[in-house]
């Protein structure tokens, strides 16, 4: 198979993929390049390969979600595994079966790989270190979504060949966002400048200390970059009030059309969704030429493919 | 029955007295007889030959967590780690459930200490009913009771009208308050260290101001009410200017540090293990060489555990989800002699009397020193010995130490309790 030829630069060996934090560029690109190959077996009739025959996938959420989850159960069944869907509210008190009690039930049933998203931070990272499974993170709290990290730079290199010295702004709810996170790490070691744009309330502390610069006016931040990346705000992990009112917020924050004729032509806008039209961002622009917001969304199945190929090949061979 | 017991030939450290010579101690009848060479016989000799023998050691701050988490600690458990570490006295934290906040409930202590017969047990009363930092408690009835302080420990008061109350009306008992100096709307739902390690981990955070608005609001209401001061567990370098500045206007004002705010940092958390979940929680370098400084200085008043005893199963939950403590009862001593002896920021004469004369002033008891007729409460360390932390030897009900597998020196050879040896490590 195709896939075969392309990892001849780097021999793939995590067993799970937690955050795109502890992640090479090498190791990044590794991702990427393996998705390339995935992509195309969705453009064919039949759209499955047999790679993960015999396996079991289990889409392990404890939070709301559509897209994440359907995607990755898509990749799965795409790649010929077996896939369980187990939906379930987290627990944030000690009562009720812990995580890990439902980790190893699930683990006494046979499975290969755990899909988890969860609200804690650190849920994936405590589930590798007490199950056998592969682990991937699709989401955990406000730490890392390392797929839609991914799927994010797999957009941006297809469109634009390259990330490096492109300059990106990630823009909104910076200190709640698990993407922004992600998208950091990936965009920074891949070479990109990025700039964390948002109210000073919702930018996290000690951000010097990260690869990123930051910037309170999107103004100033739109004219400069050649890519755009609109976060949600995530109402449900907001403490307080951060901006006063939505309407205050989409003034100074949101990607308004007026705003985008400021913008470089060949700007790319981009969602992880789901969006919420006309505060973060106007209709016209969300469905605008320059939007790749559905493209990110196609982009996620070749990427999440990708993973659960090269988690699945490195868990069996450490076993 | 009369006992003797005579300890030869150790070198003899007794800080209060100004002792720290090779020479032997005489017990009898639970009390210090005689400190100095003695050729008489006794009943029982111990060889301390290369050993030190110092006063009982006492920790000022523990949670046994009865009544209500027995499954996590009991005091008889918790009595038994105790005296294998060298402890003769410890204070429980009245944050039990119930919490201690009567007379009736400090006899129960008592009462379960005494069966228990391992090591003494104090215990601190809660300031405020149900420790909800809105009524007093009674803190008469349970100072008559024998309640060592008061503090809502794990909850610090907050409102500062109630605070200048509590500290106005222990004036009557010449009894000390502690506090958990933490302003909670300010630290929020933080489970660290607010900083670089909660950002890229994505955890709330709680800032060190939290802890110091607390403390600077209490110093200024000691300066009022000018009545004994003991600020728990303090954590930031802020804390430490804080302190040093109200010390020199001579307040009534005490403080303790813990092992792992001397010897951990937020870094720990970064793989996201609970038993590194604490409050306060770990800080960084800045802040240990503040508190390092602290002590050298002699800011510091006294060595506490803040030993958080937790489930396994408790601790295997998610880091948000898991609850704050560390139990380190056990080691207590040789994480002192890591943080604090081996680096030369103490000599043993210094660490002694941070961990029993100076707590035990804190607290009001006769207790503390080998002075003569004083209660014969002794420890016997094996200086030079070295141990590794093994979890699984615990006497504790509980293994929340992220010490495991350190290796340690100075070891408790024996611990006796009012002229009794509760504990050897030969036996």
């Known amino acids: 198979m195709a896939l075969k030829r392309k990892s001849k630069q780097l021999r793939w060996r995590r067993k799970h993929l937690l955050g795109l934090r502890e992640l090479s560029a090498e190791e990044i690109t590794h991702i990427l390049d393996t998705a390339k190959g995935f992509a195309q077996i969705s453009t064919r009739s039949v759209k499955k390969a047999p790679p993960l025959r015999g396996k079991v996938v289990v889409n392990l959420f404890f939070e709301d979600s559509t897209r994440t989850r359907n995607s990755f159960a898509l990749a799965a069944s795409r790649l010929s595994a077996d896939v369980v869907e187990f939906t379930k509210k987290a627990s944030s008190v000690t009562k009720g079966e812990t995580l890990l009690d439902t980790a190893k039930n699930l683990e006494a049933m046979g499975i290969d790989i755990v899909v988890i998203r969860h609200s804690a931070a650190g849920a994936p990272r405590l589930l590798s270190r007490n199950i056998n499974a592969g682990v991937i993170n699709a989401g955990d709290g406000y730490c890392e979504h390392p797929t839609q990290g991914l799927l994010d730079v797999y957009t941006i290199r297809k469109i634009k060949g390259t990330l490096e010295g492109l300059k990106i702004a990630i823009v909104g709810d910076i200190a709640h966002s698990r993407v922004a996170r992600s998208d950091m790490w990936a965009m920074s070691k891949l070479g990109a400048e990025v700039t964390f744009v948002g109210p000073p309330t919702l930018i996290p502390g000690e951000v010097d200390k990260l690869p990123v610069k930051v910037s309170y006016s999107l103004d100033e931040v739109i004219e400069k970059v050649d890519v755009i990346n609109m976060l949600r705000i995530q109402f449900e992990r907001l403490g307080g009030n951060p901006f006063p009112s939505v309407r205050e917020y989409s003034h100074y924050f949101g990607l308004t059309v007026e705003r985008m004729k400021r913008a470089k032509p060949d700007i790319l806008v981009m969602h992880p969704g789901p969006i919420n039209r006309g505060l973060e961002i106007e209709s016209e622009v969300a469905d605008g030429s320059n939007s790749v917001i559905l493209e990110q969304v196609k982009n996620g199945l070749a990427v999440r493919m990708a993973v659960l190929f090269l988690v699945n090949q490195a868990a069996a061979q450490a076993d | ?427």
């Open chain 2, 1 to 427: 029955m009369s006992s003797e017991l005579l300890i030869k030939n150790g070198r003899v450290i007794d800080p209060a007295n100004g002792i720290d010579k090779e020479c032997d101690v005489l017990i009898l009848d639970e009390k210090i007889a005689e400190v100095g060479k003695i050729e008489k016989k006794a009943q029982t000799v111990i060889d301390a030959t290369g050993k030190l023998v110092v006063p009982g050691l006492i920790d000022i701050h523990v949670h046994f967590r009865e009544p209500g988490d027995e499954e996590e600690e009991t005091i008889a458990s918790g009595s038994s780690a105790a005296v294998a570490a060298g402890f003769t006295s410890v204070v429980c934290m009245p944050n039990t459930r119930p919490p201690i906040e009567n007379e009736t409930d400090i006899e129960y202590v008592h009462r379960k200490a005494r069966q228990a017969r391992k090591t003494h047990v104090y215990t601190m009363g809660a300031i405020t009913k149900n420790r909800e930092g809105v009524e007093l408690a009674e803190m008469g009835f349970m100072a008559e009771a024998g309640a060592v302080g008061f503090t809502d420990d794990g909850n610090g008061v907050q409102d500062p009208a109630v605070m200048l109350r509590a500290l106005k009306y222990a004036a009557m008992f010449d009894i000390v308050i502690a506090q958990h100096c933490q302003n909670n709307g300010f630290a929020g739902n933080g489970v660290m260290n607010a900083g670089y390690y909660s950002t890229i981990l994505g955890l709330p955070g709680t800032d060190a101001m939290a802890e110091e608005m607390m403390l600077w609001r209490d110093i200024e209401l000691v300066r009022k009410a000018n009545v004994r001061y003991h600020a728990q567990h303090i954590s930031t370098a802020g804390s430490v200017e804080l302190l040093r500045a109200a010390k020199k206007d001579s307040l009534p004002i005490t403080c303790e540090v813990t092992p792992h705010n001397l010897l951990l940092t937020e870094q720990c958390c970064a793989e996201y293990d609970t038993n590194y979940k604490v409050n306060p929680p770990l800080r960084t370098e800045k802040d240990i060489e503040a508190l390092n400084q602290a002590v050298s200085e002699g800011l510091v008043d006294a060595l506490v555990t803040d030993h958080a005893p937790h489930l396994q199963s408790e601790k295997e939950l998610e880091f948000l989800a898991a609850p704050f403590g560390i139990a380190s009862l056990e080691c207590a001593l040789g994480l002192y002699v890591k943080a604090l002896l081996e680096p030369g920021i103490l000599d043993w004469s210094g660490l002694i009397e941070l961990m029993s004369a100076r707590p035990a002033k804190i607290i009001g008891v006769d207790r503390g020193t080998l002075g003569k007729g004083k209660q014969g409460d002794v420890t016997i360390i094996d200086p030079d010995a070295e141990y590794k932390v093994d979890i699984t030897r615990f006497r504790s009900k509980s293994r929340n130490c992220p010490y495991n597998g350190w290796k340690l020196k100075g070891q408790v050879e024996k611990t006796i309790v009012g002229g009794e040896i509760r504990f050897s490590a030969d036996s």
